[in-house]
T-cell receptor, first 114, second 111 residues
Framework: ETGVTQSPTHLIKTRGQQVTLRCSSQ?????VSWYQQALGQGPQFIFQ???????GRGNFPPRFSGLQFPNYSSELNVNALELDDSALYLC?????????????FGQGTRLTVV | EDQVTQSPEALRLQEGESSSLNCSYT??????LFWYRQDPGKGPEFLFT???AGEEKEKERLKATLTKKESFLHITAPKPEDSATYLC????????????FGTGTRLTVIP
């Protein structure tokens, strides 16, 4: 167990709706990264938050947005859902301040858009 | 542009039959190369980080090695419980410390 928890574990939404996914980082970790993993593919970087500020973004449209809270937990919001948004959404936490480069992942949220 | 290519895409081994998985990478300055194991429907589980060419790390039946252009994950005498997808990722020395993943090697170990 990594100590990174995500909720919900599964979700079904209709095209055009909005969704919020949640992540609690490992104790003491101040950096949270979100990834999208389509079936049969490797995870793709969406964005990263470091101490409540966005610290980098991958090639995803603005309808993917996020937040990090003072306790370092995080949310991923996706507006105007499309069928291609169906994927496993992964959250990873790390502590780069200490020089630690390892990222520890949660179990993921499986999002299905119908 | 960062690129990670893993081969083979899928590998079937008999229990006890040792083999290697390959990860070729291109990155603008390597901060670290990572190996993860992923079981179906679960999040990736951290295995190793390698930082410089020539470095090696071992954990049980797994050994990871690194050169300037590729990394190998050697599996010695695998067991059925080693069946999983093995993901390789690189982290660049500039920008956000995000991971750039390959598509993985799906390993099946047959009893």
């Amino acid at each position: 167990e990594t100590g990174v928890t995500q909720s919900p574990t599964h979700l079904i939404k209709t095209r055009g709706q909005q969704v919020t996914l949640r992540c609690s980082s490992q104790s003491g970790h101040n950096t949270v990264s979100w990834y999208q993993q389509a079936l049969g593919q490797g995870p793709q970087f969406i964005f990263q938050y470091y101490r409540e500020e966005e610290n980098g973004r991958g090639n995803f449209p603005p309808r993917f947005s996020g937040l990090q809270f003072p306790n370092y937990s995080s949310e991923l919001n996706v507006n105007a859902l499309e069928l291609d948004d169906s994927a496993l959404y992964l959250c990873a936490s790390s502590l780069p301040d200490r020089g630690d480069t390892e990222a520890f992942f949660g179990q993921g949220t499986r999002l299905t858009v119908v | 542009e960062d690129q990670v290519t893993q081969s083979p895409e899928a590998l079937r081994l008999q229990e006890g039959e040792s083999s290697s998985l390959n990860c070729s990478y291109t990155v603008s300055g390597l901060r670290g190369l990572f190996w993860y194991r992923q079981d179906p429907g679960k999040g990736p589980e951290f295995l190793f980080t390698l930082y410089s060419a020539g470095e090696e790390k071992e954990k049980e039946r797994l050994k990871a090695t690194l050169t300037k252009k590729e990394s190998f994950l050697h599996i010695t005498a695998p067991k059925p419980e080693d069946s999983a997808t093995y993901l390789c990722a690189v982290q660049a020395s500039t920008g956000a410390n995000n991971l750039f993943f390959g598509t993985g090697t799906r390993l099946t170990v047959i009893p």
